[in-house]
């Protein structure tokens, strides 16, 4: 059984700093692109960064130059560093897996970061 936890998140003022962690488990890791969602309160939820398995990373522009998304294979693990966060990143944060050789999702439960003074 496929399992993505999620921690890390919190209670943050701006200009601070999270990092955020999602485990995997049940699942080839290294198999998988691993990517960061969020949704803002009531928002859509919208992609944040990815990185493939093969290593490469993508960004939405509103996480470029502040946020870095990073991969341990030996961990089975995928961080998400942010940076000068700002009240808009407040959001809960999902993390999902797509399977590279096929069609399979997975999304973790969600850890909900707060930027508030």
């Known amino acids: 059984q496929v399992q993505l936890v999620e921690s890390g998140g919190g209670l943050v003022q701006p200009g601070g700093s999270l990092r955020l962690s999602c485990a995997a488990s049940?699942?080839?890791?290294?198999?998988?692109?691993m990517g960061w969602y969020r949704q803002p309160p009531g928002k859509q939820r919208e992609a944040v960064a990815t990185?493939?398995?093969?290593?490469?990373?993508n960004y939405a522009d509103s996480a470029e130059g502040r946020f870095t998304i990073s991969r341990d294979n030996a961990r089975n693990t995928v961080y998400l560093q942010m940076n000068s966060l700002k009240p808009e990143d407040t959001a809960v944060y999902y993390c999902?897996?797509?399977?590279?050789?096929?069609?399979?999702?997975?999304w973790g439960q969600g850890t909900q970061v707060t930027v508030s003074s």
């Open positions: 049940g699942m080839a890791f290294s198999d998988y692109d």
């Open positions: 999902n897996a797509r399977w590279v050789r096929g069609i399979r999702i997975y």
């Open positions: 990185v493939r398995a093969a290593g490469s990373t």
